[in-house]
């Protein structure tokens, strides 16, 4: 199959005569598109909620148009948490999902009235001790052996998140002693995922699980929060996830839960940031190398600190060239993309076939809104890049602008000539 990019030529083109490359361009409308599908997949359910993951791209221009689909965020930090408040977003809007969790950003989780989601049976008189416990307490769970399948990404077990099976009994029975009113559950397990029945097969267990608490413990679980995990067809061969279509798997496994004995009604939350925001974003990147040794290197001028997915997990990410002229016709040829890094790792594509590159041809890196930019860090000097919006009126902003020297030294305590 063939992967288009989501930009013409021509228009990358004319945006790098006007902004120095390299610089990461995001697309309104799929973003928009993204987000409706999820509200679509998931509209049978009453209360459903897609979080977005913020730690996949918080920009808060992108964060403000998914805003304005009903979309949620789910914030992991304390930054993440004072983005979404000058957003104006609180309440259930926020779903606060953290780990090894300093007190101070349970203290601003409460003050937004966030959904605070523990990730520790000790949590509790965590939270309580610094902040007071709110109305509603979710708890992740952490299946452990019962999801060995998500090995993938790292066994459940080896996994530091959530709260044991077991554990997760006494949690929700603690809560209730206390204050608690509302319950949620949440798991989030593997990332990445194409396969259908994954998350058909964790919908189960979680769902069943649900039934299990409100029978032994007596709580009414109001929401299960399945996560985040939706992969992207980064590669031009993968099947895309067909959301609408897993959506209604989900719905058959609620509908064995919701109705007969013992039945059990709740929302659905989901929490992607990938599948959502991933296919909005190319990185825009040229050509100013070319160099043969054992094997052909083509140089850029970004490197793994404008997107680091290749480097540090040997992640795929198509690559689409603009060449400077309209010279389409090019012969292929096996390269390795590299940034100028001091690292052998900072690679962009290795031993792809590509078209014959000369120096000045753009190369736009696909499915990089997600973990892209957010990702990126300035090891070596590096500087962050420009971050632009073709928004849907055919208007181009920017909306974060390349890092300077002065961003570069300006935590810095002594004055340097
Ligand atoms: C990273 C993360 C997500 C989002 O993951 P995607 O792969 O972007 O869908 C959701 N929830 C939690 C708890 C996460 O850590």
Known sequence: MEKKLIFSDEFIRSLADEYPTPFYLYDEKTLRKNAKLFNQAFSWNNGYKEYFAVKANPNPELLKILQSEGLGFDCSSLPELQICERLGVSGADIMFTSNDTPAAEYVKAKELNAIINLDDITDLQVLEDCAGLPEVICFRWNPGEL??????????????????????????????????????????????????????????????????????????????????????????????????????????????????????????????GRLVAAEAGVLVTRVIHRKDIYRTYIGVDASMANLMRPGMYGAYHHISTISKSDSKNRSEEKVDVVGSLCENCDKFAVERMLPVLEIGDLLAIHDAGAHGYSMGFQYNGKLRCAELLLEESGNVKMIRRAETFDDYIATLDVNIP
């Open 147 to 272: 999801r060995e399948v998500a090995s993938v990404i790292g066994n459940p077990v080896e996994a530091k998140y959530g709260l044991t099976t077991p554990q997760i009994f006494d949690a929700f029975a603690a809560a209730k002693s206390k204050s608690v009113k509302r319950f949620g559950l949440h798991t989030m397990v593997a990332s990445n995922l194409l396969n259908e029945d994954f998350f058909t097969t964790t919908a189960e267990l979680l769902f069943d699980l649900v039934k299990a608490i409100e029978l032994q413990v007596g709580v009414d679980i109001s929401f299960v929060n399945m996560g985040g995990g939706f992969g992207v067809a980064y590669k031009p061969d993968q099947e895309p996830l067909d959301l609408v279509r897993l959506g209604q798997l989900i719905r058959a496994e609620y509908a064995k839960f919701s109705a007969g004995d013992h039945a059990v009604q709740f929302a659905i939350f989901t929490e992607s």
